[in-house]
């Protein structure tokens, strides 16, 4: 055994001198080779079925530990099911300053195998792009932490602070096996002043980069049933107590009220910044939701939810109707019927005065407005705009993109908000993505996810760049 390990250490030290030797003589044949192993691994970890329900990281989570090990670089693994592990890697700085944490989630949702054109685990590459369920949430994070902590390695990178990766299981609706567990039970494993992850992209448009997105905030999830309850009875005899009726009226309301527009830092940045780079009304839109004017800001929010709803979001606490039950005969009044809403918080909402605001608008006692207990993830404070972490990845994406960088709020939940709660600044980046992939099916979790190969590659490289500039030693 001692021999073969000997054996392998040499042969790891080989290839590592070898492939510096390479970047100094030929930077164009060092690059090409760190694109064919990044398609290695990449391809290597969208073919590995990792989807959830009913959740197994394990195959996905090995591949990474062994990579990693391979390299001589530590690596720990915490599982609360064995089936579901967390890998932790970290390269040691000299301690000047506080860690740098790098995430992604090896779980993705599930598919519907009748409808994807090309295997979701096939990794297949037709034209430009890459197909694969996980391709763009979240195994390009992965792969990119990965070839992060393997160039760091291997290019001998003098670093300020520690960098740990952490490649977590259970993003996608369990976090109690992923973020909640880690942050709880091992959170000294993961412990960072700043984190990068998923939730950012470089915007295209017609193909040209238009603009690079950095998620610095996002909202909450705390879903709240509405309960309408009244006499059941005969479907002949029409009730004023009907239930259902009860629960239409009260949908009705909460929809058509729309909760005030409340900007914070990142909005306030994320508008400003679009209105200089966009053009003809959707510029001005954008300007004016910043306007003093009420009447100003009104107009400009009633075009963006009819044009831009994706951003009219981001100006308020958001209610969407998801689910409806009630009655089970044609000829049955019900005496209860239920209505779920998907309501997604701003950061600072709170919580339980908007629970009777609904009940206030809806003004029947018959109807509950109650929290559902839909919410996996906590409330948390949007990231600074001014700090090292924010210069050095807007920098890194300049100079890989030459695009504006624009940071912004998501509607949506990832695991950050757990980091964001205990203090850790973090920060949300991608690849780009064409603007006109997500409304023609081909986004994340859509039945034909894809990534363009060439910027699977740029995004490694913009990755690591912005590693190096937060965490390396300055010359």
């Known amino acids: 055994m001692k021999l073969e390990r000997c054996v392998g250490v040499a042969g790891f030290l080989a290839a590592w001198i070898a492939q510096g030797a390479l970047a100094q003589a030929d930077p164009a044949a060092a690059r090409a080779a760190t694109d064919a192993e990044t398609l290695r691994h990449f391809q290597a970890l969208v073919r590995m079925d990792t989807t959830s329900p009913p959740g197994n ?47 992604g989630h090896t779980d993705t949702v599930s598919v519907d195998l009748a409808k994807w054109q090309h295997p979701p685990f096939s990794a297949a590459r037709d034209g430009a792009h890459i197909y694969g369920r996980g391709t763009v949430d979240d195994k390009d994070s992965v792969t990119a932490a990965l070839m992060t902590m393997l160039l760091l390695k291997r ?59 950095v998620q610095t905030a996002e909202k909450f999830s705390k879903g709240i049933d509405l309960i309408a309850r ?42 400003a910044r679009l209105g200089e780079i966009s053009e003809g009304v959707a510029a001005r839109r954008y300007r004016d939701v910043l306007s003093s004017d009420p009447a100003v800001v009104a107009a400009a929010d009633a075009w963006l939810r009819a044009n831009d709803p994706t951003r009219a979001s981001m100006l308020r ?41 609904l ?19 906590p409330q948390s404070v949007p990231a600074a705009l001014d700090n090292d972490a924010y210069v050095a990845i807007e920098r890194a994406l300049t100079a890989h993109y030459s695009a504006p960088v624009v940071p912004m709020m998501g509607n949506g939940a990832t695991d950050m908000a757990f980091l964001r709660a205990k203090g850790m600044q973090c920060y949300g980046v991608g690849p780009a993505i064409d603007q006109e992939d997500a409304p023609l099916g081909f986004g994340a979790h859509s039945d034909q996810e894809r990534i363009l190969e060439d910027e699977l590659y740029r995004f490694v490289r913009f990755h690591y760049d912005a590693v190096v500039r937060l965490a390396g030693t300055a010359p």
Request: charged fraction near 25%; include cysteine; hydrophobic fraction near 40%.
């Open 57 to 103: 990281e394990k195959p996905a989570a090995d591949y990474v530990a062994q990579v990693l090990e391979r390299e001589g670089i530590p690596v720990q693994t915490f599982a609360v099911e064995a089936h579901r592990p967390n890998v932790v890697a970290r390269l040691t700085g000299n301690g000047r300053k506080r860690p740098l944490l790098l995430m």
């Open 155 to 213: 290019n001998l990178v003098a670093l300020d602070r520690d960098v740990i990766f952490l490649a977590e299981a259970g993003e996608e609706g369990n976090t109690e096996v992923g973020i909640a567990f880690m942050v709880e039970q091992h959170y000294d494993a993961i412990d960072a002043e700043y984190c990068l992850a998923e939730a950012g992209n470089v915007v295209r448009v017609g193909g040209e980069v238009s603009y690079a997105e």
């Open 230 to 271: 009244g006499v059941a009875g005969h479907g002949s005899v029409p009730l004023e107590s009907n239930a259902i009726a009860r629960l239409a009226r009260a949908v009705n309301a909460v929809t058509q009220w729309q909760p005030p527009v409340a900007l914070n830092s990142t909005t306030r940045a994320y508008f």
């Open 317 to 357: 606490t958001s209610i969407s109707p998801t689910i409806v039950q009630g009655g089970y005969r044609n000829n049955v009044i019900p005496s209860e019927a239920r209505a779920t809403l998907d309501v997604r918080m701003r950061p600072g909402e709170d919580a339980e005065a908007f629970r009777l605001e």
């Open 359 to 377: 009940e206030r608008l809806i003004g029947d006692k018959q109807v509950e407005v109650v929290f559902n207990g839909y919410s996996q993830r």
